[in-house]
């Protein structure tokens, strides 16, 4: 962070650039704590004093403590791995990215350790929700190749997903509809009139007494197209805690994974030609892989 530039028609309100860092960060942060650490530096990487004279336009750099996150249950599977691309099949309740509360419990920081790449990151999006196949690269120098067949859709994707069975639904459907993502709120909703931008197609594959599994192939990628599509059908995706209502469930409850399943995704590799072709290792239904209590903490 950087403080202010300078404003000469007023005085600054902070004498020293630790009056700068309470008022800034107290709230979020024990400064004074830090500061005796020496845990705020400046852009030399020396340690910044509480009583050091406030500078304008100075930049601090600082570290803030990791919370206690509960370890994610379940393996993730390398399902493929060459010079260039790693895929997994991740379970569900691990996010993809390192990202708000979960940091540690991601695929990335937990493959980056394991494999001793630590240049991994994801081609595409998977919801921290949902399990199943992930693409990623294994340096940056191959994301652009990559990453450019997924904006092109020039991947071939399916999933699997656990519903209530509708005897009256005329099925394979394509549905299509254009999704809207509100900031700050949870669910995505249909904007009815405009031109669709969200595309799915809908097949029963399995019945289950008054359940099915269905396959669906989503043509676009918008944010939670499948789950909206399939509500949208009056079969919504078993244990979703999205829809159709939102449900309040807390961080470190793993005992009802979301039904919905990356199983399946071809392409062609872009740097040497060769056709790939990868299956998720998992299969629906998907069960709750919660760990012993002595394991659920990770710091």
Same mark, same amino acid.
């Given at each position: 962070m950087r403080t202010p530039d300078a404003d000469p028609l007023r005085t600054t309100p902070w004498p020293t650039m630790g009056d700068w860092l309470e008022d800034r960060l107290s709230e979020r942060v024990d400064v004074a704590g830090f500061l005796a650490a020496g845990r705020f530096v400046d852009e030399t990487g020396a340690a910044v004093a509480a009583a050091a004279a406030y500078r304008p336009c100075a930049f601090v750099w600082f570290h803030r403590d990791l919370v206690?996150?509960?370890?994610? &249950? #379940?393996?993730?599977? $390398?399902?493929?791995? =060459?010079? !260039? $691309?790693?895929v997994v099949d991740?379970?569900? +309740?691990?996010? *993809? $990215?390192?990202?708000?509360?979960?940091?540690?419990?991601?695929?990335?920081? !937990?493959?980056?350790?394991?494999?001793?790449? &630590?240049?991994?990151? &994801?081609?595409?999006?998977? =919801?921290?929700? *949902?399990?199943?196949?992930?693409?990623?690269?294994?340096q940056r120098r191959w994301r652009g190749a990559y990453q450019s067949l997924f904006q092109r859709r020039e991947v071939d994707k399916a999933y699997r997903a656990l519903a209530p069975l509708r005897p009256d639904l005329d099925l394979?459907?394509?549905? @299509?509809?254009? %999704?809207?993502? @509100?900031?700050?709120?949870?669910?995505?909703? /249909?904007?009815?009139?405009?031109?669709?931008?969200?595309?799915?197609? $809908?097949?029963?594959?399995?019945?289950?007494?008054?359940?099915? /599994?269905?396959?669906?192939?989503?043509?676009?990628? !918008? *944010?939670?197209? %499948?789950?909206?599509?399939? %509500? #949208?059908?009056?079969? &919504?995706?078993?244990?979703d805690p999205l829809y159709p209502v939102v449900r309040d469930v807390a961080l470190d409850d793993f005992s009802t994974p979301l039904q919905l399943l990356a199983s399946d995704?071809? +392409?062609?590799?872009?740097?040497?030609?060769?056709?790939?072709? +990868?299956?998720?290792? !998992? @299969? %629906?239904?998907? @069960?709750?892989? /919660?760990?012993?209590?002595d394991a659920r903490l990770n710091t």
């Open positions: 206690d996150e509960a370890v994610v &249950p #379940g393996e993730i599977h $390398i399902v493929h791995q =060459d010079e !260039r $691309i790693v991740k379970p569900a +309740f691990l996010s *993809t $990215i390192p990202r708000g509360r979960h940091v540690v419990q991601s695929v990335v920081v !937990r493959l980056r350790e394991q494999l001793a790449l &630590p240049e991994l990151s &994801p081609l595409h999006r998977l =919801d921290r929700v *949902t399990s199943g196949l992930l693409v990623l690269a294994t394979p459907v394509t549905v @299509r509809n254009h %999704l809207l993502t @509100r900031r700050g709120q949870w669910q995505a909703e /249909v904007l009815h009139g405009a031109a669709p931008n969200a595309e799915s197609l $809908i097949e029963v594959e399995t019945v289950l007494g008054d359940m099915a /599994v269905y396959r669906l192939s989503p043509r676009t990628g !918008r *944010t939670h197209q %499948l789950r909206m599509h399939m %509500l #949208g059908l009056g079969i &919504p995706i078993s244990g995704m071809s +392409f062609k590799d872009p740097i040497d030609g060769a056709q790939h072709r +990868f299956e998720s290792v !998992r @299969r %629906l239904p998907l @069960r709750s892989e /919660v760990m012993p209590d």
